[in-house]
């Protein structure tokens, strides 16, 4: 869900590194990266894989990712802005609990094969998902932390929600540890 990886993916990423300049903008995309990618082929793929968490959900994706960052950039501004996407996959995967789909997060380690969901259908899934009180109070967390940086940030003023979009940065301090 995207109210979860986002505001999560942020709020512990801000409050790990304490970088009030990272590029929220890269941090955001890379916290839903798996899903953008994975989701599309494990509809489309249903009967095949019976899960939405496919290769992109699996630690090889996220290494190759900053291993790709890494080999590509230059220490400075290039990999400041592009490592947080890297980052934000990583913590995609914790929050997703992946370790409980070990097939999927090593893969291909363990095998070739994905973990299942064990819903025969598409429908059978979403009808969990929609229903699932897990998933909608992770979605209300999501949804409480932006709405703090949204407000406090001042991000309805339209001029600081174009700084905002052109920069990757909220003025919202981190309070000290």
Known sequence: MIFWHLGATIALIRYAFRDERMDLRFLAFGAVLPDLIDTPLGFVGWSEFQNVRLLAH???FGAALMVVVLLTTRRGRPRKRWMPVAIGVLVHLFLDAMWNQPETLWW???GLSFTTTGYETVADYLGWLLTDWKTWA???IGAAYLA???VNGGLGD???RRA???TGRIGVPI???
């Open 158 to 160: 339209p001029e600081t």
């Open 148 to 150: 703090y940086l949204w």
């Open 108 to 110: 291909p380690f363990l």
């Open 138 to 140: 992770g979605e209300a």
């Open 58 to 60: 699996s630690l090889l």
């Open 175 to 177: 309070d000290p540890a």
């Open 164 to 166: 905002f979009f052109s």
